[in-house]
């Protein structure tokens, strides 16, 4: 893994990050509000994802620990999304994966210019 030591800031994804954490509050306030079905992991593990988020969010200036930067990359190649998709059907009923591309693309390609 690459070593350099970047913030979110320096990476430029900061409005990327905070998209997909605000976009996973909203879902789950979606399912509650319209109760909605869905398996308690589902939002177990996006309200995990989100502390996380918020945690590298707090300080965008703060140089990312490289658990950090797999977390994001983790975002970025879609493989969070995947997982949560598997704990539940109604966890994609808003068509989450292609709401979200958009950031995830950005950030995959800061990445990869990056060297990661």
Not at 25 to 49: Q, S, T
Not at 72 to 77: Q, S
């Amino acid at each position: 893994m690459n070593t350099k030591n970047l913030s979110l800031n320096d990476l430029g994804i900061v409005d990327d990050v905070r998209f997909i954490n605000d976009y996973h509050k909203y879902l789950l306030k979606h399912c509650m509000n319209y109760e909605l079905h869905y398996d308690g992991l589902v939002a177990v593990e996006i309200m995990k994802l989100n502390r996380e988020l918020e945690r590298i969010l707090e300080d965008p200036d703060k140089t990312l620990s490289s658990q950090d930067i797999q977390l994001l990359i983790k975002i970025a190649e879609g493989r969070i999304f995947k997982e949560t998709t598997e704990l539940s059907d109604e966890y994609n009923r808003l068509n989450t994966h292609d709401i979200l591309k958009t950031p995830r693309y950005n950030m995959f390609n800061v990445f990869v210019t990056h060297g990661y």
